[in-house]
């Protein structure tokens, strides 16, 4: 039984975050779903029902649905299109080295639908973007690209349109089957009208509203929405650095009242390290890239990015004077992952943050519930990693919390108090209560919070 209504299957190119999230959940829906992906040992271990990454409630629905034999990885599209209908295009942009989005996967993707599609014998399928692409990309770049391969024509042979994903890592499963809002890009109304009956039979009975507008539309729309949450924090971050210079100043409860306004709204001005991850940065960067070359001035980005950063360096530099020099003292960095509830460290202001204090010779210990492996990838053996958070903090001259997992917000005071050499702790995420550690004899240095 498939309930994608009129697609007999869908094919998905790339199974990272979006495209297996997406995968395991079209199969969950019984929509018999084939993933191509290049690493070998990524479709080994997906084929074996086992999750390549760390997201809520992924494992469990991934071993279904492959036990089920609805989703299947492969590392070569062959002739998919005699299974699939639809092929979604979820293929990594990365920053590549002039600041530029990373094309070459997308170009990649769409020469192989090229290729499968010059070889396939059925209708015209339906080619989907969910990669986040610079403006133009779609019809500029993909659509010539599967054309000239497979000498077929877009809007006759094969349609083709763009539709950005806005999933968030750590609730991706959660956010592709509650969506708050679709948006299509296209120029041929049949591309639209059938992308649009697809998820409304996925999603019925809920209705989500669905923006269909045009390919370049629908482009920027996704990279002027993760511009415009980066934004946000660094505005916060920014009123942040001038709360902890006027007294009593306390950047929570000016985001709170901030929030109340709803022509702001409460979310996304939670004062901290900043943003992190595989998006926000990269997409603020594309964007900068993009309006660079259109000779828009985007300097108000390069501010976004310049707060940024400037967070990481501050508690560094506290770091530094907190302890009369870094050289030779025991840090202890509690949180490697950009983000609670994931294991990607891409971007993670810890990452940078650590790598400040072994320039400036701390002794470093880490831990995270999730991430270690990944930031041991990243970071080698210069830094000592700890399964659990008692050992990371004995001992330690100084602790930095990174990243806001539950686990930090329970820790105990006394217990900060016995295992620490020097009870200092500065609270880059905002989670602990300060009154109570400062009365049990811990030094705290929390972000936008006069002291
Ligand atoms: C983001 C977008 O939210 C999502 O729509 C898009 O599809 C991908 O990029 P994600 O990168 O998973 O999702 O994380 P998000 O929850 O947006 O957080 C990004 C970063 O901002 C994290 O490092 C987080 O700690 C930080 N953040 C978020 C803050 O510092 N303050 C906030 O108020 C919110």
């Known amino acids: 039984m498939s309930g994608g209504g009129w697609v007999r299957g869908v094919g998905i190119i790339g199974a990272g975050y979006v495209g297996l999230t997406l995968g395991v959940f079209l199969a969950s829906k019984y929509v018999r779903t084939i993933c191509v992906e290049k690493d070998e040992e990524k479709v080994g271990r997906i084929m074996k029902g086992l999750s390549p990454i760390h997201e809520q409630g992924l494992p469990e629905l991934l071993r279904q649905v492959v036990e089920d034999g609805v989703l299947e990885a492969r590392t070569e599209i062959g002739d998919m299109f005699e299974e699939v209908d639809v092929i979604f295009i979820t293929v990594g942009t990365p920053t590549g080295s002039d600041g530029s989005p990373d094309l070459s996967q997308v170009e990649e993707a769409s020469r192989q639908i090229g290729n499968a599609l010059a070889a396939s014998k059925t209708g015209a399928p339906l080619i989907v973007v969910k990669s986040t692409v610079p403006p133009g990309t779609t019809w500029g770049i993909v659509r010539p690209i599967i054309e000239k391969t497979s000498d077929r024509v877009c809007g006759k042979d094969f349609h083709l349109c763009v539709n950005p994903e806005f999933l968030r890592e750590g609730s991706a499963l959660q956010d592709t089957m509650n969506p708050d809002r679709i948006v299509i890009g296209t120029k041929h109304s049949w591309a639209a009208e059938s992308l649009k009956k697809f998820y409304e039979t996925l999603y019925n009975p809920k209705k989500i509203p669905m923006l269909i ?208 050499h020097n009870p200092i702790i500065i609270d880059g995420r905002r989670i602990l209560d300060n009154k109570r550690f400062r009365e049990a004899g811990v030094k705290t240095y929390t972000i936008g919070l006069y002291q």
């Open 213 to 420: 507008t045009s390919p370049t539309n629908a482009e920027l729309i996704k990279l002027a929405t993760n511009a415009y949450l980066a934004l946000k924090i660094s505005f916060i971050n920014l009123i942040s650095q001038i709360c902890e210079a006027v007294e009593d100043g306390d950047v929570g409860v000016v985001a709170e009242g901030l929030g109340l306004d709803p022509r702001i709204g409460p979310l996304f001005l939670r004062a901290g390290l900043g943003f992190g991850g595989s998006c926000l940065p990269k997409d603020l960067r594309a964007l900068k890239w993009f309006a660079a070359g259109l000779g828009v001035d985007a300097s108000l980005l390069d501010s976004v990015l310049a707060i940024n950063g400037a967070q990481r360096i501050r508690v560094v530099k506290k770091s530094e004077s907190l302890l009369g020099g870094l050289r030779g003292r025991k840090v202890a960095v509690l949180g490697l992952a950009f983000k609670p509830g994931t294991d990607d460290v891409r971007e993670a202001a810890a990452i940078e943050i650590i790598r400040e204090l072994l320039a400036r010779g701390a002794e470093v210990r880490v831990h995270d519930p999730a991430a270690l492996d990944n930031a041991m990838r990243v970071l080698g053996g210069g830094v000592t990693y700890c399964q659990r958070i008692q050992d990371c903090l004995d001992g330690a001259d100084l602790a930095i919390i990174s990243t806001e997992w539950p686990e930090y917000a329970l820790l105990d005071p006394s217990t900060v108090m016995s295992l620490m």
